[in-house]
């Protein structure tokens, strides 16, 4: 069974810093394209930032240049190290990523998710 965890969620303020982690763990062979999504209250799940196995990354118009999503292969996590932080930033943080198990099956799998608060 797949699991992903997620931590590094909190309360910052306006202005300040937070790292998001996402660490993929059991019968995993392969993990191809892991992403952030987040989805505040009332509103659809948007997606943040993705990161491609190679490498390549791309992000939400929203949040260009004030995150940076990176992958640690060996330890088949993701990050999400996200500055400047607004208040409309604030929502629940969900991780994803699209594993390949032992039985060659990919499917897609998501964090339970970490809460950002941002204060103004």
């Known amino acids: 069974q797949v699991q992903l965890g997620e931590s590094g969620g909190g309360l910052v303020r306006a202005g300040g810093s937070l790292r998001l982690s996402c660490a993929a763990s059991?019968?995993?062979?392969?993990?191809?394209?892991m992403g952030w999504f987040r989805q505040a209250p009332g509103k659809q799940r948007e997606p943040v930032a993705g990161?491609?196995?190679?490498?390549?990354?791309n992000y939400a118009d929203s949040v260009k240049g004030r995150c940076t999503i990176a992958r640690d292969n060996a330890k088949n996590t993701v990050y999400l190290q996200m500055n400047s932080l607004k208040p409309e930033d604030a929502a629940v943080y969900y991780c994803?990523?699209?594993?390949?198990?032992?039985?060659?099956?990919?499917?897609?799998?998501w964090g339970q998710g970490t809460q950002v608060t941002v204060s103004s």
């Open positions: 994803n990523a699209f594993i390949t198990d032992y039985a060659l099956r990919v499917r897609e799998y």
């Open positions: 990161i491609t196995s190679g490498g390549s990354t």
């Open positions: 059991g019968r995993i062979f392969s993990i191809n394209d």
